[in-house]
Every structure is written in structure tokens, then in C-alpha cells.
């Protein structure tokens, strides 16, 4: 019996990646709290959110996946507002971060949980361009206020890692924990029409 994987997030962007990976899927976002715990590292922020989101929804394969944005020790997770993103960029500005996705996936009783950490240099960034990459409507549903895919992409000096982590999903640890959860990927049909 084939199993049905579920993706257990309402991200545009992760629904995109897996599609890339060739598995069907289905899509239940969880209504979950994603606050930070008191002095919870981010490490374990992105295990602990990305393992509730998998447990929260009902399916044979589960996949759950939180992104944040860290510079200095400090957690950027998605703005609340533009004036917020325009803050986060300031800060971003010229220097290195780290993106950190937790990857869980449940099959049955059992979870698997995986960190992965990116770091992604930012140019110098002034007042002007500030505001033009925040007039194009990117940052507000983007941990740390950019989307590397989109015109967020030109702030980006270098990226050392994972590519698609810093996009919100890293599809070769996520490929490798379907692949122990019982998806087989090698057996997808790449040649049907959608």
C-alpha cells in the first residue's frame, strides 16, 4: 500500500519545493502557537515548532518544516508590519546570518527531526533600497523579511549551504527523511502529466 504524505504547512514556497521532489501530496496547515519558548535556542525552536506541526495533523507520513532567521543569537521570524521587515533589513545589513530549518517528518509513532543551517551574506544596504525591496510586497511572510526567490535574491551576496533552506525547505535532508519514512521517491512516474 503506497502512503499518503501530508505537508503540514500552508507556505506557497514549501508546497513548490516538495513538488520538485515528484511525490504527491496533500496539504493540511496546522493552526499552531510558533512564539519562541524563554530561552529556547534556535535550534531548538525550529525542532521543537517543525515536531508539533508534524504532530498536529492526521496522516500516514507527515511532513513539517519551520524556518528562522538568526543574527547574533537572535531569532527574526516573520515581520509583524513593513516598519518591522524595514528593521530586520537594517540589521541584516552587510553582514552574515544563519537561516535554520527544522525538518520533521512522522510516520506512525515515528518521528524524525533534522536541523539544517545556511549562512547567507547580505550587501550593504542603504535607506533607498530599503524601501524599494519593501515597496515590493515580499517581506511580510518572510522569516527575517526577505525571500531569496524573489527580489530579495539581489541583497544577497553569498550563501554558504543549502539553497533551498533559506527558501524554506531543504530538499535533500527532506528527501532523505520521506525516503526512511517509507516514500520512495525513485518509484515516482516523472513522465505522467499533471
Known amino acids: 500500500m503506497d502512503k499518503q504524505l501530508v505537508l503540514a504547512s500552508g507556505s506557497p514556497r ?9 511525490v504527491d501530496f496533500a496539504i493540511l496547515a496546522p493552526a499552531i502557537d510558533e512564539s519562541q519558548h524563554s530561552g529556547e535556542d534556535p535550534d531548538e525552536y525550529v525542532r521543537r515548532v517543525s515536531s508539533e506541526k508534524a504532530s498536529a495533523v ?7 518544516a519551520d524556518t528562522c532567521v538568526v ?6 521570524g516573520k515581520p509583524v508590519d513593513l516598519k518591522n521587515a524595514g528593521e530586520m533589513l537594517r540589521k541584516l545589513s552587510g553582514k552574515v546570518h544563519q537561516v535554520i530549518t527544522g525538518v520533521a517528518v512522522r510516520s506512525g509513532e515515528q518521528l524524525m527531526v533534522t536541523v539544517v543551517h545556511t549562512d547567507v551574506e547580505f550587501i550593504s544596504l542603504n535607506q533607498r533600497l530599503i524601501d524599494w525591496y519593501l515597496a515590493s510586497g ?3 511572510d518572510k522569516a527575517g523579511g526577505y525571500a531569496l526567490q524573489g527580489a530579495g535574491g539581489s541583497l544577497v551576496k553569498a550563501i554558504k549551504g543549502s539553497h533551498s533552506n533559506v527558501i524554506g525547505l531543504p530538499l535533500v535532508e527532506t528527501a532523505s527523511l520521506l525516503y526512511q519514512a517509507g516514500i520512495n521517491l ?6 505522467r502529466s499533471s
Open 71 to 76: 543574527l547574533e543569537g537572535a531569532i527574526y
Open 138 to 140: 515580499e517581506s511580510l
Open 186 to 191: 525513485m518509484s515516482v512516474d516523472r513522465n
Open 58 to 64: 492526521k496522516g500516514s507520513v507527515i511532513l513539517g
Open 14 to 22: 514549501r508546497k513548490e519545493l516538495l513538488s520538485l521532489l515528484g
